[in-house]
């Protein structure tokens, strides 16, 4: 079956920095584009970084934007974000996802989500 398990949350101060990994199984992973979401307590869920099929192109929200970047190894069937110098307002459940991105964005597959804690 589809598994998407997120791995690398936790407990960090201010301008620390953590690695979430998404090692999946049960799909085509090459054929998808993979995302990171963030819901904090609240909020609603919020897209943070994108990554084609091919690795070729990435993007990734504003408030994220020089701190945070995604990718993927195909090989492995996995994709990762770095945090860097993370900020309390980071402070959420990140969840990668399984897209396609045309012609619009779709999320077929989610993973279970991985605590980030941004305090002191």
């Known amino acids: 079956q589809v598994q998407l398990v997120e791995s690398g949350g936790g407990l960090v101060q201010p301008g620390g920095s953590l690695r979430l990994s998404c090692a999946t199984s049960?799909?085509?992973?090459?054929?998808?584009?993979m995302s990171w979401y963030r819901q904090a307590p609240g909020k609603e869920r919020e897209l943070v970084a994108t990554?084609?099929?091919?690795?070729?192109?990435?993007n990734g929200a504003d408030s994220v934007k020089g701190r945070f970047t995604i990718s993927r190894d195909n090989a492995k069937n996995t994709v990762y974000l770095q945090m860097n110098s993370l900020k309390p307002e980071d402070t959420a459940v990140y969840y990668c996802?399984?897209?396609?991105?045309?012609?619009?964005?779709?999320?077929?597959?989610w993973g279970q989500g991985t605590q980030v804690t941004v305090s002191t």
């Open positions: 990554i084609t099929s091919a690795g070729d192109r990435t």
């Open positions: 049960g799909f085509t992973f090459i054929m998808y584009a």
């Open positions: 996802a399984a897209v396609t991105l045309w012609p619009k964005v779709r999320v077929h597959y």
